[in-house]
């Protein structure tokens, strides 16, 4: 059985066959390839193949985030009864990372209820709840703009399940804007984990995000998340392409 994997080695070794980095080599006199220079080759066909925005015109594909709620494991059993398991409804655009069948009620001051808001998997350390700034009006709470997981002094919210109900006393935030990296990407941007920058975004009403937090991992693959409110207010969508500022 041939895997992905093995496939893609496979057309990165055709690829640069194909655009005569073997002729590059014969070209050498004394056939002495350092471990730097094919790397570097290795690293110019991988570029030339990756049909990413970002690798054909330096941009970066939006991710519109829609409310939603990551569950602690003893919060989920209290929504949902003891031993209960997260079910998969489809992954999300960072690896590892998925939305979940099992929808929610959150109820605020307001006592206006927000129904179907949907779970993203796995289960974290900690509940949390994401909304956008609408949402706050609705619901009457008055939640901090923070980096994902940053929930020390949010604000307070409940979480009605169909066999319990989940009393947050901090947890509810809007997500900054931010940009996941791989390593890699974030080497070829000039950027680290934790910087910080502006974007551009040419679309139908064109406007500058400032201060857009960078996060670089080893998992994460190249995209800017935005909520729903930031998207709908300069016209864009999931996929469109921004550009950092220079």
Wanted: one cysteine or more.
């Amino acid at each position: 059985m041939v895997t992905a994997k093995a496939l893609k080695k496979t057309h990165v070794l055709e690829h640069f066959c194909s655009k005569g980095s073997h002729q590059d080599i014969r070209k050498d006199t004394n056939m002495d390839i350092s471990t730097e220079k094919i790397a570097e080759m290795v690293k110019r066909v991988i570029l030339e193949m990756d049909n990413t925005p970002k690798a054909q015109a330096g941009g970066i594909p939006i991710g519109v985030s829609n409310r939603h709620i990551h569950l602690s494991q003893a919060d989920l059993e209290t929504l949902f009864g003891k031993g209960y398991e997260l079910t998969k409804f489809k992954d999300l655009s960072q690896p590892g990372q998925y939305a979940c069948k099992e929808l929610l009620t959150i109820v605020g001051p307001s006592m206006r209820p927000i129904e179907n808001v949907r779970v993203l998997g796995p289960v974290r350390k900690s509940s949390q709840v994401e909304i956008s700034a609408t949402d706050s009006y609705v619901l009457k709470v008055k939640p901090p703009v923070r980096e994902s997981g940053n929930i020390k002094d949010s604000a307070p919210i409940r979480i009605i399940g169909p066999k319990g109900i989940v009393e947050l006393d901090e947890g509810c935030i809007i997500a900054n804007r931010h940009i996941h990296m791989s390593p890699y990407e974030a080497e070829e941007f000039g950027l680290k984990d934790g910087d910080y920058v502006d974007i551009d975004v040419n679309g139908k009403r064109r406007t500058r995000w400032f201060d857009v937090q960078v996060r670089v991992h080893k998992d994460f693959r190249l995209e800017m998340h935005v909520d729903t409110d930031d998207a709908n207010s300069v016209g864009i969508g999931n996929g469109f392409i921004v550009n950092i500022v220079k």
